[in-house]
């Protein structure tokens, strides 16, 4: 399934800062493989002093078939996302695309970043009045970040299992 993804500036701070961050203190949106690697030669090392920053996080996302959850079916990959408040002290991997917390990036003025900076699921969110947000419903996030981690996902579970032997002692 190819998707076609389209990046549209849909950042309304007057939308936006009323809201306070609602999603941004649940769960950050997660980057596109591009935005992280971007052609890096040492992407593990890179990778990794950002997760040792406390900046990102590996996290698995979980696709199912439909909204019935049925064993073996389900489709699950890691991808990068900002690490939150309580991700970045303990957790290298958190499941179900739920990350616990606010988002290392949320100010009390908003994102630290500049939008086009910013994750890419957290590029497509579009706010609404009323702090209700929605993503456009033509695009399936999920197959879309399915297919650009695909082939990164040696990679990731790699440094997992690396962070995992460093730094599991410690939790």
């Given at each position: 399934m190819?998707?076609?993804v389209?990046?549209?500036?849909n ?5 936006c800062?009323?809201?306070?961050g ?5 769960t950050p ?10 052609g890096?030669?040492?992407?593990f ?25 049925v ?22 991997m ?12 949320l ?21 609404l ?34 962070r ?5 002692t410690?939790?």
């Amino acid at each position: 399934m190819n998707q076609k993804v389209i990046q549209i500036k849909n950042e309304n701070k007057d939308i936006c800062t009323p809201c306070g961050g609602l999603c941004c203190k649940s769960t950050p949106g997660s980057y596109m493989p591009q935005q992280i690697l971007n052609g890096e030669i040492n992407q593990f090392e890179v990778v990794n002093k950002m997760m040792d920053d406390g900046l990102v996080i590996i996290n698995q996302i979980d696709i199912y078939p439909d909204s019935n959850v049925v064993i073996g079916r389900t489709r699950s990959f890691m991808i990068i996302q900002p690490a939150t408040e309580i991700t970045k002290k303990w957790s290298t991997m958190t499941s179900n695309g739920d990350n616990f917390g606010k988002c290392v990036h949320l100010t009390t003025t908003g994102c630290s970043m500049r939008f086009d900076e910013r994750p890419y699921v957290c590029q497509q969110l579009i706010p609404l009045e009323g702090g209700e947000c929605h993503y456009d419903p033509s695009i399936n996030l999920n197959e879309v970040l399915y297919e650009s981690w695909l082939v990164h996902q040696p990679f990731l579970q790699d440094l997992r299992d690396h962070r995992w032997d460093k730094y599991a002692t410690r939790l």
